[in-house]
């Protein structure tokens, strides 16, 4: 794994990063090129889209390293002015975490036991049902080059990739030709369920549009035809807007596939039912292995996201919203989430880590956060920075900053900077304030 010293200084001689890491979402490919000029990356091959955005429009801010209440600062005042607001706090929450390595994942996780305070991620407001239905339902899994080498059956369900993930299609799931698959697409069937013709549906073989918020029922339809009972036609049209034998034909072709994936995004999740609409996917998934082989994935958003689940899962036995106020860790969304406590006035301070909650919470959490006193950590300028007590800009990991990131099928994958940053990572301070923190408390 790359070190500080390892990552190149700025220069204006060009130079090329080779195998770098885009960080921008749950793909996380890791075979980019990038040109690198002084602080500038001025070319990224092989990346989508949205990689080109995220490398090519990273600027270094002329800004503080840290303001407090504003006004610049050094990160030492920083450090030790937030590790006061933390350590004498009686309900502090710490969110976000799903944009930075999960080195300072860690870090943030520690501090949180040591305060007595909350720790909650971004999963919370996003695939937080998916880690609810986990631990009920358990879960048949693959990595993403596993379905890309046997995969012939690939369903996405209320997931729209070819806008959330545009390189999922073309390196993981679809196009690629396998070991098992050396004709690529054409051995491939592609099923994509949504409530409306999304860009990713003109990639379908097959494309089912149910109705709103009716989820649950068509894949309760999909286990009762697995299970081979008989299903009343008009019944069945009323409830989900397919015809049974559209849905027959769909289990039909699953029964007959050799290996198949079925990939879900928030169109599943934070819908009507939520996380008994996961369950329900994750138990026709564990279903059809009783004929061939199906496994089922999340089509996670942010760049580590699925590595803040697994941190706060090794620290705390629980993947988001946890409670360590007591000594020991509580787990039980809607009273331990981050929006919900805020919502409800009971935080006196929070830690928010390369997220932004000022942009996205409900108004009653935006209102109170603004109440309380926080310290917030992100590269840019962000509403929730702009607000915040005390406020670090950081490097940008994965462009400045070393470490480790999980890819959405669970692997871990080390970052390649491209240059050094001005500013200090969110790692190193996180490191310090846990230090400080710790002689506070005791």
Partial sequence: MATIDSIPKANHALRVVEDATCTFCGCVCD????HVQGDHIVKADKACVLGK????NHDIEERPACLIEGRPATVDEGIERASQILANAKYPITYGLSDTTTESQRLAVGISDWIGGLVDTTTSVCHGPSGMAFQGVGEVTATLGEIRNRGDMIIFWGSNPAESHPRHFSKYSLMPKGMFLPNGRKD???VIVDVRKTKSAKAADIFLQIKPRKDFEALW???ALAKGLTLDAASVKSETGIELSTWQDLMDRMKQAKFGAIFFGMGLTMTRGKHANTESLLALTRDMNKYTRFVCKPNR????????????????????????ARGYPRFNPGEYTASDVLARKEADAALIIASDPMANFSQPAR????????VAFDPKET???RHATVAFTVATYGINVPGTVYRM???PIPLSPAFQSPFPSDFEILQRMEKRVRQLKS
Avoid: M, Q
Avoid at 31 to 34: A, V
Avoid at 53 to 56: D, G, K, Q, S, V
Avoid at 311 to 321: H, Q
């Fill in 31 to 34: 075979d980019i090129n990038l």
């Fill in 53 to 56: 955005a995220w490398f090519l």
């Fill in 188 to 190: 491939r069937t592609c």
């Fill in 221 to 223: 339809t999909l286990r």
């Fill in 301 to 324: 958003g942010h760049g580590n996201v699925t590595g803040a689940d697994h941190v706060v899962s090794w620290r705390t036995g629980y993947p988001f919203g946890v409670n360590l």
């Fill in 367 to 374: 209102e109170h956060l603004k109440t309380i006193p926080y």
């Fill in 383 to 385: 509403p929730t920075t």
């Fill in 409 to 411: 099928d669970d692997v």
